[in-house]
């Protein structure tokens, strides 16, 4: 059985919110099982994160651009995967690298 994930795209300018742009990707969204609970990169050099995203086409967990390793952004850039999700607890949005806009997964 494959399971999909729902998302509408949403694309924000300051307070307006507008559905004008699409993510062309959602097609290389996978059930994925999470490579680790941390920064898988940070993890393995000692290092610390500030938050963790989660590659929605291998499950390959990454910190986020305002960690000083920006390890998603550089496994989107070695692998061209297109979209992570946040993999931080109460939060359901994604981002796709390539249309750079957000997702709202549903």
């Known amino acids: 059985m494959e399971t999909h994930r729902v998302a509408r795209v949403v ?14 990707h959602l097609d290389q969204v996978r059930e994925v ?4 609970n941390g920064c898988e990169d940070c993890l393995k050099m000692g290092d610390s994160w500030v938050h963790l995203r989660l590659c929605l086409t291998c499950g390959h967990v990454g ?12 496994h989107f850039h070695a692998t061209n995967h297109p979209i992570i999700q946040s993999f931080e607890p109460g939060e359901d949005w994604g981002w796709c690298y390539i249309d750079q806009v957000m997702l709202e997964f549903a």
Request: with cysteine.
């Open 33 to 36: 099982t999470p490579s680790s």
């Open 11 to 24: 694309l924000k300018e300051g307070e307006h919110t507008h559905m004008t742009q699409q993510c062309s």
């Open 63 to 74: 910190c986020c651009d305002d960690s000083k390793n920006k390890h998603a952004t550089k």
